[in-house]
Every structure is written in C-alpha cells, then in structure tokens.
Nanobody, 123 residues
Framework: VQLVESGGGLVQTGGSLRLSCAAS??????????IGWFRQVPGEDREGIGC????????FYEDSAQGRFIISSDKVKNTIYLQMDNLKPEDTAKYYC???????????????WGKGTQVTVSS
C-alpha cells in the first residue's frame, strides 16, 4: 500500500484548503482498513485529526478537528479528503495520511504513512 498526499499550500487565516490522499494497493470497496489524517509540527508528536474505516460508517474525529475539518472518501478513486475551513495559524503543520489494513474504531496505530503535504496558514 502506498499513500500520496496533495493539496497543501499557503493560505491566509480564515481560508480553506482541501487535501487529498490517494491510496494504491488498497481497494476501498473490498479490503479492511482504517485510514485517516494526521498532522505534525516539528519537535512535536504527530496528532490525529480523524479517520474512516471500511465499515462504511461516519468518520470519527479527534479533538484537533474542532468542527472545522471534515473527512470524506471516494471509493471509486480510492482517495480520502480533508476539507479544512476557517484555518488558523495554529493549523500550520505537515499533514499526513496514514492507514492500517484492519478495521478499527480508533484513529491511531497506523502502519503505513504518506510523505505528507505542508499547510501554512498566515496571520
């Protein structure tokens, strides 16, 4: 399984971005998985934002999502998205997609990671 993130960039406070994570080697409509978004600031631990799993239920979010971030998926494209609205300078981080080839109800312990995409929010 390989993950490739895209969509990061520089945005002003209050702006929006939509990140994408394309998964190859994983079939969203057949395989068991838990896949989600995380972010990391240099010198700090990686922080979970939210995940979805192969069970088809609603995404489950960590506190960092703060009601401003929404995760969605496209099972045909084997891609998940992170819609980020009302961005703040403290959202500046490298955003990663992570996956575990098991269906879980929690958003940690991912086995495979993408290389990440940088999001910078200017004040």
């Amino acid at each position: 399984v390989q993950l490739v993130e895209s969509g990061g960039g520089l945005v002003q406070t209050g702006g929006s971005l939509r990140l994408s994570c394309a998964a190859s080697g994983l079939a969203f409509d057949r395989d068991d998985y838990t896949i989600g978004w995380f972010r990391q600031v240099p010198g700090e631990d990686r922080e979970g934002i939210g995940c979805i799993n192969s069970g088809g239920g609603a995404p489950f979010y960590e506190d960092s999502a703060q009601g401003r971030f929404i995760i969605s998926s496209d099972k045909v494209k084997n891609t998940i998205y992170l819609q980020m609205d009302n961005l703040k300078p403290e959202d500046t981080a490298k955003y990663y997609c992570g996956v575990d080839e098991a269906e879980k109800s929690w958003c940690h312990g991912m086995e495979i990671w993408g290389k990440g995409t940088q999001v910078t929010v200017s004040s």
